[in-house]
């Protein structure tokens, strides 16, 4: 998507000449260090990192995940999500109360304003937690975009979130994503052939 973006920007010169000098650099940067990888490709590369450098992540690759999180879809466009930035050394030993941070350099505690989902009205089901898991999804990709890993988390104690992060009665921590640098040999890209159930068993065609 980088190489078809930095060719489209090329091919109108008067665009150029407009843009900022600190902007079309940084154009030129992200164009040389993101190759031109398909969906499945990246997707494939992704996989849960469980030990971690001590490398900080850059803000400018923070800034690419947060934004990939920002322009996620959600029901309606209610765009329920609140996420606490977690990366300093106080920040992080508030994490350790609340569940295991695997020595990541920064966490997002991805949240939901129940005051702002959508509401089915068939059943009444409010899918803010649903959209806090596509905000997830979208930042997770968006890190291995960027050549960090991640790892996602359920496996917390919520009153321990609410309590250690200050979150207001109406907001509910749904996920925690770890982001750095894994320390170690990735998961193979091949592996999903031996993970992954086949297709024939996840899909139905119109009717169970």
């Not at 250690?164 to 592996?191: C, K, M, Q, T, W």
């Amino acid at each position: 998507m980088c190489q078809r973006l930095f060719s489209a920007i090329l091919s109108v010169g008067t665009a150029i000449r407009g843009l900022p000098l600190p902007i079309f650099l940084r154009i030129l940067h992200l164009q040389s260090i993101f190759p031109n990888m398909d969906f499945l490709t990246l997707a494939k590369k992704r996989y849960a990192c469980r030990t971690y450098k001590k490398q900080p992540v850059e803000p400018e690759k923070l800034a690419y995940v947060l934004e990939a999180g920002r322009i996620a879809p959600t029901g309606a466009n209610r765009q329920p999500q609140r996420i606490v930035v977690v990366r300093t050394p106080e920040g992080l030993e508030r994490l350790t109360r609340c569940t295991r941070d695997f020595g990541a350099p920064c966490a997002l505690v991805v949240c939901a304003d129940t005051e702002e989902g959508w509401i089915r009205r068939s059943d009444d089901k409010r899918i803010s937690d649903i959209d806090a898991s596509i905000v997830t999804d979208h930042m997770m990709l968006a890190a291995a975009d960027q050549g960090l890993d991640t790892l996602w988390i359920c496996a917390f104690n919520p009153e321990a979130v609410r309590e250690e992060f200050a979150l207001p009665p109406h907001i509910v921590p749904v996920n925690i994503l770890l982001v750095g640098y894994g320390d170690g040999a990735p998961a193979s890209p091949d592996r999903h052939a031996e993970t992954r159930k086949p297709l024939a068993a996840t899909i139905v065609e119109e009717r169970f």
